[in-house]
């Protein structure tokens, strides 16, 4: 006899995730036990959940009601597991955790590693990525998320804002000149960050107190990794807008000169996102805190 939460819980990723093979992929187990999960819970029901064709799977009109029970049933049980890890209060366990490249790798690091060292039976799953993860779907635990947000059902917490600055190197100074103005930002090279879901900016903005300067800019590089438009910079070929963190060290010892000091480069908002349960796991709580400590918005 199968296990019924266990048949519920490959029933709710089937109908989450769209087919058998994508769920026994999550659940790491065979597309045939899957729907043998499923199967079982449909023989106990005696009607069926899913319509299924060669094509694609849908939810009946049973099977829609009885994943938004299922899904309440999973929650409480998972909450009722997790009892000793909040009563005891020991973070423990594997910590699944999405966030943007460049932040999550220079930013982001040092935070990990300190609180790795001081909770030593939790393990972090880190995915760097600059493409939208969906949470839920993916399995991840916690997301880093710089710009706007969209509305979500998770719980998002605001960030200090992302800080940007405008750089370039001693040697595209000499060559080309210092700008002074915004404006003067048209007749030079200015390197592009390409993102996953959409071309470079090739609008830049700046505040001077409370008025607004835009700017069209050109280049004729576009990068999608931070780093590679540091090291164009670096070797003197245009002016790059990047974030603050990653470029204080180059900047420290002169490699790069900020440019537009009278100027200021907008902020990009930055929030953290978890799931929205009642009962947190120590592992989660604590990594929230540790977060808030290091890049909470006071």
């Given at each position: 006899?199968?296990d019924?939460?266990?048949?519920?819980?490959?029933?709710v990723?089937?109908?989450e995730?769209?087919?058998?093979?994508r769920?026994?992929?999550?659940?790491n187990?065979?597309?045939?036990?899957?729907?043998?999960h499923v199967?079982a819970?449909?023989?106990?029901?005696?009607?069926?959940?899913?319509?299924?064709?060669?094509?694609?799977?849908?939810?009946?009109?049973?099977?829609?009601a009885?994943?938004?029970?299922?899904k309440h049933i999973?929650?409480?049980?998972e909450?009722?597991?997790?009892?000793a890890q909040?009563m005891n209060?020991?973070p423990?366990?594997?910590?699944?955790?999405?966030a943007?490249?460049?932040?999550g790798?220079?930013?982001?690091?040092?935070?990990?590693?300190?609180?790795?060292?001081?909770?030593p039976?939790?393990?972090i799953?880190?995915?760097l990525?600059?493409?939208?993860?969906?949470?839920?779907?993916?399995?991840?635990?916690v997301?880093?998320?710089?710009?706007?947000?969209?509305?979500?059902?998770?719980?998002?917490?605001?960030l200090?804002?992302?800080?940007?600055?405008?750089?370039?190197?001693?040697?595209?100074?000499?060559?080309?000149?210092?700008?002074?103005?915004?404006?003067?930002?048209e007749?030079?090279?200015?390197?592009?960050?390409?993102?996953?879901s959409?071309p470079?900016?090739?609008?830049?903005?700046?505040?001077?107190g409370?008025?607004?300067?835009?700017?069209?800019?050109?280049?004729?590089?576009?990068?999608?990794?931070?780093?590679?438009?540091?090291s164009?910079?670096?070797d003197?070929?245009?002016?790059?807008?990047?974030?603050?963190?990653?470029?204080?060290?180059?900047?420290?010892?002169g490699?790069?000169?900020?440019?537009?000091p009278?100027f200021?480069?907008?902020?990009?908002?930055?929030?953290?996102?978890?799931?929205?349960?009642?009962?947190?796991?120590?592992?989660?709580?604590?990594?929230?805190?540790a977060?808030?400590g290091?890049?909470?918005?006071?």
């Open positions: 006899m199968m019924r939460l266990s048949s519920m819980n490959a029933f990723m089937a109908a995730l769209g087919s058998y093979a769920a026994a992929e999550r659940l187990m065979s597309a045939q036990m899957v729907a043998k199967a819970l449909e023989h106990r029901l005696g009607a069926r959940l899913l319509n299924r064709t060669t094509r694609r799977q849908s939810l009946t009109e049973l099977g829609s009885y994943y938004e029970r299922c999973l929650t409480e049980a909450a009722a597991d997790s009892l909040i209060d020991t423990r366990g594997k910590l699944k955790v999405t943007p490249v460049t932040f790798s220079y930013s982001l690091m040092p935070l990990v590693t300190a609180f790795l060292r001081d909770n039976d939790v393990e799953d880190l995915h990525t600059d493409r939208f993860v969906d949470m839920v779907e993916e399995g991840y635990e997301a880093f998320r710089i710009g706007p947000l969209a509305t979500t059902s998770l719980t998002a917490r605001p200090a804002p992302y800080r940007l600055v405008v750089c370039a190197s001693p040697a595209y100074l000499a060559e080309r000149g210092t700008p002074r103005t915004p404006a003067d930002l007749h030079h090279e200015c390197l592009g960050y390409a993102y996953w959409r470079a900016d090739r609008e830049w903005s700046f505040y001077q409370s008025t607004l300067h835009k700017v069209q800019v050109a280049s004729r590089l576009q990068v999608n990794e931070s780093k590679a438009l540091m164009a910079a670096l003197g070929f245009g002016i790059v807008l990047g974030p603050e963190d990653f470029l204080r060290p180059v900047l420290k010892n490699e790069l000169v900020q440019l537009l009278d200021e480069a907008p902020s990009r908002q930055m929030h953290l996102l978890y799931t929205a349960n009642r009962q947190r796991t120590a592992k989660l709580r604590r990594f929230v805190e977060v808030i290091r890049f909470g918005a006071t």
